[in-house]
């Protein structure tokens, strides 16, 4: 399905691929340290808790705005038309 979408809007396969392959841990690393910094007074007493990730916390917000920085400054280095 990908690679049909990527040949009718004539864009190279292997840019999605590489794309997503930065994307989804920068926006789930994201989602997490925007969610630390939303509960500071909590992980400021437990600083060894902010990389726990198993026990909930992650916010939706960072993991959407910092994902679509990172899409725009992929897209913007390989000279890409994000829209």
């Given at each position: 399905?990908?690679?049909?979408?990527s040949?009718?809007?004539?864009?190279?396969?292997e840019?999605?691929?590489?794309?997503?392959?930065?994307?989804?841990?920068i926006?789930?690393?994201?989602?997490r340290?925007?969610?630390?910094?939303?509960?500071w007074?909590?992980?400021?007493?437990?600083?060894?808790?902010?990389?726990?990730?198993?026990?909930?916390?992650?916010?939706?917000?960072g993991?959407i705005?910092f994902?679509?920085?990172?899409?725009?400054t992929?897209?913007?280095?390989?000279?890409?038309?994000?829209?």
């Amino acid at each position: 399905m990908c690679k049909f979408l990527s040949k009718k809007l004539n864009v190279n396969f292997e840019d999605i691929e590489n794309l997503v392959i930065w994307l989804l841990p920068i926006s789930i690393i994201c989602a997490r340290l925007y969610y630390v910094i939303l509960s500071w007074n909590y992980y400021s007493l437990r600083p060894n808790e902010i990389i726990m990730v198993q026990n909930g916390g992650l916010s939706i917000h960072g993991g959407i705005i910092f994902g679509i920085l990172a899409a725009f400054t992929y897209c913007k280095i390989n000279k890409i038309e994000l829209f």
